[in-house]
């Protein structure tokens, strides 16, 4: 069972930085690609960034590329979305997902991920 706790959410001014964190469950980082998505109310679950067991396979969304990183910490189990320059549209709730790494391929549908977080409210005011 593989279990996933978000936390770091809250309201921030535009133009900050904030750090996500995600906590899994016992060797989950090192055998699944670890994800982030975000929901705003009233849109698609959007996808954010995903990170594979190695550390070199990273993908960012494009509309947070060059302000969003995604890293994690084997040792801590624990995955972390560093968002700088937030701006009001990237208010939303911020989920961990995860799907076994099979070492190719990096999902980016949120469909594709059967292990989800409950989500950390991150708001972004102006």
């Known amino acids: 069972q593989v279990q996933l706790v978000e936390s770091g959410g809250r309201l921030v001014q535009a133009g900050t930085s904030l750090t996500l964190s995600c906590a899994a469950s016992i060797r989950t980082v090192n055998t699944y690609v670890m994800g982030w998505f975000r929901q705003a109310p009233g849109k698609d679950r959007e996808f954010v960034a995903a990170i594979g067991w190695s550390a070199g396979r990273a993908v960012v969304g494009d509309s947070v590329k060059g302000r969003f990183t995604i890293s994690k910490d084997n040792g801590k189990n624990t995955v972390y979305l560093q968002m700088n320059s937030l701006k009001l549209e990237d208010t939303a709730i911020y989920y961990c997902?995860?799907?076994?790494?099979?070492?190719?391929?990096?999902?980016?549908?949120?469909?594709?991920?059967?292990?989800w977080g409950q989500g950390t409210q991150v708001t972004v005011s102006s």
């Open positions: 997902a995860a799907h076994v790494d099979k070492g190719v391929l990096i999902y980016t549908r949120h469909g594709l991920y059967p292990y």
